[in-house]
């Protein structure tokens, strides 16, 4: 099977988690070297997400690999990122479980809508979610003390775009819920 230039992107996403989540951990993530070398790896990972998307809708590259895959890969990721920095001490699991919590119940419905014929698009507040995550994520990996405090608000704006975008895809999305009866 021949991949498109968007899937191998993709699938490069996908291979750079175990690197990123061995270098953020590396000395149980006192190691500072290796804390930069684990954000320019997600932030890599992070444009990768942006570009895969720009080249696949522009070029006609879009396939069920990517639409199926893309997703994942962001999901791996940032989940991926929120749990070392639970393990860092750096942002509670309460959060991390409402921002998990969320991605299973979009997944679940999207798979749902999908059995019967519906693509659920993401949303301008789901892509806003996902900003606010990597940019906070990115913030909390350099730990630098002067930032805190923005890392901090990103935290929080992330969160509460989390549940926004949740109740913006439920509440358009009810429907698919309620077909075949409850």
């Not at 968007?6 to 291979?15: A, D, G, M, S, Y």
């Not at 270098?23 to 006192?30: E, I, V």
């Not at 080249?55 to 639409?67: D, E, M, S």
Request: charged residues 15%; hydrophobic residues 55%.
């Amino acid at each position: 099977m021949k991949m498109n230039l968007p899937n191998k992107l993709t699938l490069l996403r996908v291979i750079m988690i175990p690197f990123f989540v061995v270098c953020l951990l590396w000395d149980q993530g006192q190691n500072q070297t290796m804390r930069w070398i684990a954000a320019l790896i997600f932030i890599a990972a992070s444009l990768t997400d942006m570009l895969d998307g720009k080249i696949a809708r522009k070029y006609n590259l879009v396939t069920n690999f990517g639409k199926f895959m893309d997703p994942l890969a962001d999901k791996l990721l940032v989940c991926s990122a929120l749990i070392c920095l639970i393990e860092l001490g750096q942002i509670p699991a309460w959060m991390v479980i409402v921002i998990i919590a969320r991605e299973f119940i979009i997944s679940g419905f999207r798979l749902i809508a999908s059995d019967n014929g519906v693509v659920i698009a993401a949303s301008y507040w789901g892509k806003f979610k996902t900003t606010f995550q990597m940019l906070a994520v990115i913030l909390l990996i350099f730990d630098l003390k002067p930032l805190q405090t923005i890392a901090d608000l990103c935290v929080w704006a992330a969160l509460i775009l989390t549940v926004v975008s949740l109740a913006d895809y439920i509440w358009k999305n009810r429907g698919i819920l309620t077909e075949g009866g409850m």
